[in-house]
């Protein structure tokens, strides 16, 4: 899924997908770093060149995506769609942890 469309959401709605995600959770894939803010969500830094992108679509479900970057390249690991709210932190922590077979 492109980031780059015309779909954006607000702060609040960045500040919600954070507070789904739990401070535990977030400990575990990040951190708790400061959350890097993208068009259509948020993305937080793992380490070892990899991050989690977790984007709100416009049916009100996510798309969690393990990115992998090296200088301006990046490549999308892992990627599940139509994730609801309930699932997000199993989801987001699970593509946190690079070393594991996610999806």
Excluded at 1 to 6: F, G, I, K
Excluded at 25 to 39: K, V
Excluded at 55 to 71: E, H, K, N, S
Aim: aromatic fraction near 8%; hydrophobic fraction near 35%.
């Amino acid at each position: 899924m492109d980031t780059t469309t015309e779909h954006t959401i607000r702060h609040e709605q960045r500040v919600e997908i954070l507070r789904q995600i739990g401070a535990r959770n977030r400990m575990a894939i990040d951190g708790l770093r400061p959350a890097t803010p993208i068009p259509a969500g948020v993305e937080l830094v793992c380490g070892s060149g990899y991050r989690v992108r977790i984007i709100l679509t416009p049916a009100d479900t996510y798309t969690v995506q393990r990115v992998y970057r090296r200088g301006a390249r990046e490549w999308v690991k892992g990627e599940q769609t139509d994730v609801y709210w309930p699932e997000l932190p199993e989801v987001a922590y699970r593509a946190g942890m690079f070393r594991d077979d996610w999806v």
